[in-house]
């Protein structure tokens, strides 16, 4: 079920009057900007001629701009309504300090009962069909990582098509060769730009194949795989580790799958049943961006809020190899050995304050959903859905690797971490579908955030993640609230996570009253479990979570000083532990009133308050992006 708009409101904005500037997809940029009334602005050397609303929300925002510095002395809201249907960007949305400034709310929202849908992405086709595959020619410098059809992301051409294969042996460098099992790859002469996915404990590799040698089995990669740490050697994790491959013609046999060659220009797909070339939407993400809000440190931007929109189709290509540490965190360039970045957000804020984004929808993107970055202030992401990411879904805060004066970000600049930013009430789902270590929720740098009342579900790996130091030295990380999240169906494909991953010192940081559930059994070497404090966690309050039907240990500390475990609900299957200490003194964790159960005696509806206390507070469906294309 996907989330409508928060019940509660909390703009600053007339709700239920006429809008100050309108936009539909009937409309026209040399149009007035209003629903046929009297005109109310108009853009400063550009006279209207024809009332009615604006086509685009880029001609709106001039208007705005052109109101807001013709009357800079008023205070009322200005209110932008946007109707329904599709609207196709030629460049991202950019705001900056002239879109909101001062105590002056501007309001980007749908009209009421609709849903507009903001797309960086192309319609591909019309299709020829060839013995009972669709192919096309796209035009221009393509490198197409992902496609959608009719709503769903499609599969890129993958072998074996629905489980992995494991390494033989591995080459004499350990980072750059592999022997495959006997029958396990067919014989292909010419590997074009088919890449290998390499699945570590936490993270993965996508790199190029060099070549494919049939007789010696040899499997040689064009780059290295994993970053340069040891332990992402190719047999650190396991013996004979997962992969499987991508992206080769031969490739092309299941429905739903697809395969460009960036030298031709061909995109071809095996339609799924009941497509045919007349009623599909095929779309291609072409911009690498949707929505930037960005300010400077001097003319932060203030007071913009977005409502009920959707953000759909972004692309992200890193190259010919992508090596991930953590949290979709990877070397950049392909040659590896370079600074490790995130993979970029198709929303992102920097030096924005009281910013909001309200029942809205970003998905089918090619890297990270939404990025509350640098030196935000009291922005809030609430009532939202974010589905369907290549990365993660919501990232708050930076990491540890910009510089500042020559000095470490953590060392020299505490007072511009982003601060006192809410998400509430948003569902993040089905994030890391091509990246499988990405999270649903990444909090770094940052403090005094406030992370409740969402669910995360159906995630490949954490669900949500606090802290980006390795020790216990003290960061811009802290007082962070982690409260009444549904976590669950998290760690479906990699292992060494938890419903909450934390990492690092974090005085007044609070992770309660979460219900967290189904973790599967580790598919790698370390365990996954309920929550999983990691090294350096200190200072941290763990009270009133349930966690169960969890394999492993619901609360696993690894390489921790003093924390504080409270009241918890923690159930175990017959045998399993409910706490597990690596390299950690369990006399460093205070235990209080924790209750431990059998799974096999656990009642949930004993605890079902508190169960349903947890996730969104309102559950009113929106219209997916599926439908509103239709």
């Known amino acids: 079920m996907y989330l409508g708009f928060c019940m509660v409101v909390s703009l600053c904005c007339r709700v239920g009057d006429a809008a100050d500037v309108y936009v539909s997809t009937r409309g026209d940029d040399a149009y007035t900007g209003t629903s ?18 604006f086509a685009t929300i880029e001609r709106a925002q001039q ?50 009962g609709q849903r507009p849908i903001i797309s960086g992405g192309r319609r591909v086709g019309p299709w020829v069909e060839e013995g009972g595959i669709w192919q096309v020619k796209l035009a221009g410098d393509w490198r197409l990582n992902e496609l959608f059809v009719n709503g769903r992301r499609a599969t890129r051409a993958r072998y074996p098509n629905d489980r992995y294969l494991r ?13 495959w099992n006997k029958g396990d790859l067919p014989a292909l002469a010419d590997p074009g730009p088919m890449q290998l996915v390499f699945l570590h404990d936490w993270s993965i590799t996508r790199v190029r194949i060099k070549s494919l040698d049939a007789g010696t089995r040899r499997l040689p990669t064009a780059y290295p795989v994993g970053p340069p740490a040891r332990h992402y050697s190719l047999n650190h994790f396991a013996r004979h580790p997962r992969y499987y491959l991508e992206n080769h013609v031969s490739f092309l046999d299941a429905p739903g799958e697809w395969r460009h060659d960036p030298a031709t220009g061909i995109l071809r797909y095996k339609p799924r049943e009941g497509e045919t070339r007349d009623n599909i939407i095929a779309v291609a993400p072409y911009l690498t961006k949707l929505l930037t809000v960005k300010g400077t440190a001097d003319q932060p931007v203030r007071n913009l809020r977005f409502r009920g929109l959707t953000l759909v189709h972004c692309a992200y290509c890193p190259g010919e190899r992508y090596a991930a540490g953590q949290a979709a965190f990877h070397e950049e360039g392909d040659a590896g050995g370079g600074l490790r970045i995130p993979t970029p957000a198709a929303v992102t804020f920097d030096f924005a304050e009281a910013c909001e984004m309200q029942g ?31 990365g993660n879904g919501v990232m708050i805060g930076e990491d540890c690797y910009r510089r500042v004066d020559g000095n470490g970000w953590c060392d020299a600049a505490p007072g511009q971490a982003t601060t006192q930013c809410t998400l509430t009430d948003n569902t993040i789902e089905r994030v890391g579908q091509r990246f499988y270590g990405a999270v649903g929720v990444w909090v770094g740098m940052a403090n005094h955030i406030t992370v409740a009342h969402n669910e995360v579900r ?14 216990p030295r003290p960061t811009p990380c802290h007082h962070n609230i982690i409260e009444k999240n549904h976590i669950h169906h998290i760690m479906q494909t990699l292992s060494d996570g938890g419903g909450v991953y934390t990492l690092g010192r974090q005085p007044g940081a609070r992770l309660i009253g979460n219900v967290i559930h189904d973790v599967p059994r580790n598919a790698g070497r370390a365990e996954s479990n309920g929550m999983f404090l990691d090294q350096g966690t200190t200072d941290l309050l763990i009270a009133d979570n349930i966690i169960y039907n969890v394999d492993r240990a619901p609360l696993r500390f690894h390489q921790c000083t003093t924390n504080i475990s409270r009241n918890n609900v923690l159930v175990v299957p017959s045998g399993q532990p409910p706490y597990r200490y690596n390299n950690t003194n369990a006399e460093d964790i205070t235990r209080e009133g924790d209750m431990v159960i059998e799974w096999n005696t656990f009642d949930p509806g004993v605890y079902h308050a508190a169960i349903e206390a947890a996730g969104p507070r309102d559950h009113r469906a929106g219209t997916s992006a599926a439908d509103a294309q239709r």
Not at 167 to 179: A, H, K, L, Q, Y
Not at 461 to 470: A, D, K, L, P, Q
């Open 36 to 53: 046929g009334k009297v005109p109310r602005m108009l853009a400063s050397g550009k006279p209207a001629t024809s009332v009615g609303p």
């Open 63 to 112: 208007a705005v701009r052109a109101w807001k510095a013709k009357q800079p002395e008023r205070t009322d809201p200005i209110v932008v309504e946007i109707g329904g249907g599709l609207y196709r960007l030629k460049a991202p949305l950019t705001f900056g300090p002239g879109d909101g400034s001062g105590n002056r709310t501007v309001l980007y929202t749908a009209a009421t």
């Open 167 to 179: 390494v033989e042996t591995v080459g004499d460098d350990n980072r750059t060769s592999f022997t």
């Open 360 to 390: 809205c929808r970003v998905e089918h993107v090619g890297g990270s959903g939404v990025w509350i970055r640098q030196r935000n202030r009291r922005c809030a992401l609430t009532g939202c859905a974010i589905n369907d990411t290549g």
């Open 458 to 471: 159906n995630t490949p790996y954490t669900g949500i993640s606090v802290g980006w130091m390795w020790n």
